[in-house]
């Protein structure tokens, strides 16, 4: 069916072709980053983000040691938050990814692994800032 053509074209691209893989200096005070690990499987992934003086993700790089669909959730949402405000990329939801992928149900928490890594370099990103505002959110 076309579905299934198009969930293999979408996870094999970015399980083939993984966007912004790498890492960032944890040390860089703009740098957020974020460990986390799936429970169900043991995979982890660690996902940094690089954030401007505007609360904006200037950059953001994963690496993920992981299965296929861990891999190309961690390379879709890099893509999907390069550029956006850290308040708007707190509000991906894993559905939303499995959804984008076409992951079947037994997939999904590949794609909770991604959901977690940014908001885990978020909070990290804001626990450097300390007190300081971004976007009107308190940085707690
Ligand atoms: Fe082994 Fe995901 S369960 S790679
Ligand atoms: Fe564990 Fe995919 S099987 S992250």
Redo the contacts with the bound molecule.
């Keep these: 069916t076309v579905a299934r053509r198009q969930y293999h074209e979408k996870v094999i691209d970015h399980y083939e072709n993984p966007r912004n893989i790498g890492s960032l200096d944890k040390n860089d005070p703009t740098v957020g980053t974020g460990l986390v690990g799936a429970p169900a499987?043991?995979?982890v992934m660690r996902l940094q983000i690089k954030v401007d003086d505007a609360g904006n993700i200037a950059d953001v790089k994963f690496k993920t040691f992981?299965?296929g669909s861990?891999i190309a959730s961690s390379s879709y949402i890099t893509e999907r938050v390069r550029g956006m405000s850290i308040t708007d990329a707190l509000k991906i939801k894993n559905t939303d990814i499995a959804k984008e992928l076409c992951l079947p149900p037994v997939k999904l928490h590949?794609s909770m692994l991604a959901e977690d890594a940014i908001k885990s370099a978020i909070k990290d990103f804001r626990k450097k800032r300390g007190g300081d505002i971004v976007h009107g959110t308190p940085a707690t």
């Design positions: 499987c043991g995979d992981g299965c861990a590949c």
